[in-house]
């Protein structure tokens, strides 16, 4: 059977886009999820998106990393609203429903701005941090990021004793600016550098926005630019937080599966 599909990307971190509001697209199969998303046999991507009609909300994204886990992501529900947008499913604005809850978004020109959910807290993990933006995110401050062996050092901290058994995104960040950090990512789930982590970046712009008393940071990632927004609690904890950023549309195709 020939399967669908678009290709998008959101700062390097692209995405099999497939319009499922027919659901025909068999959610339970990872291994076909794992397939397409794989660089030498299948598409190539990240991840993995279904576009689906929810009640109550404009559409459902049912998102999988490349190995078949669910997580919620930022990049992907970025590229999401713009997918909706060329559907003709939503027009400027959207309320929308992810794996962690509704979502607020708006797209003018390509540039999605994404309302993320509120963060709890930020945690003390030995000398660095950790934060829960809808996926689980480490944090840690170095030196130089463009030269931290970002592979080897986040595998070790995703697959440490302390965050298992579901593991974790690893984010290594130094500042560039005073209201500017890079941030290189590694992601479970691809288990590999990805170019861009939306949920990461936000992660990591709330510790440094809140260390320096900052409520919007501009964020250089391997595959682009992107800045965060948010409002920061006397209790600890984040609201009205915004993720904003490019998403594109790279090219559509038909795969046999
Ligand atoms: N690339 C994503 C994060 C995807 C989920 C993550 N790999 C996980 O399993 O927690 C993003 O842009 O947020």
Redesign the pocket.
């Known amino acids: 059977m020939d399967l669908s599909f678009y290709k998008y990307q ?1 700062t390097g ?1 692209d995405f099999v886009m497939i319009d499922d509001r027919n659901e025909q697209f068999d959610h339970k199969n990872l291994e076909l999820v794992s397939q397409l998303c794989d660089r030498k046999f299948g598409i190539g991507s ?2 993995l998106i279904l576009i689906r009609n929810k009640e109550g909300f404009d559409f459902e994204m049912v ?1 999988f ?1 490349a190995d078949g ?9 970025r590229c999401a609203v713009a997918f909706s947008k060329f559907l003709g499913i939503i027009d400027e604005h959207t309320k929308f429903l992810a794996i962690d809850g509704p979502h607020e978004a708006s797209i003018r020109n390509g540039l999605v701005e994404l309302g993320m959910g509120d963060v709890h807290s930020i945690s003390n993990a030995d000398q660095d941090y950790f934060v829960n ?5 480490h944090v840690r401050f170095v030196d130089d990021v463009e030269q931290y062996p970002v592979v080897k050092e986040g595998a070790s901290i995703r697959y440490s004793d302390t965050y298992q058994p579901s593991g ?2 690893v984010n290594f960040v130094s500042t560039l600016a005073e209201d500017e950090i890079y941030v290189r ?1 590694y ?4 288990e590999y550098e ?1 170019l ?5 970046v ?1 992660a990591c712009a709330l510790v440094y926005g809140y260390q320096n008393k900052l409520n919007h940071v501009k964020i250089k990632a391997l595959g682009g630019n992107l800045s965060v927004k948010f409002a920061a609690t006397s209790d600890g904890s984040f609201k009205d937080i915004l993720l904003i950023g490019p998403a594109e549309q790279v090219y559509k195709g038909t795969i046999k599966i």
């Open positions: 959101g971190n990240d991840g998102y990393n886990s669910q997580s919620m992501c930022g990049n992907g529900a933006t809808g996926s689980p995110h974790t995104n990512t992601e479970r789930g691809v990805t861009s982590c939306g949920t990461g936000t």
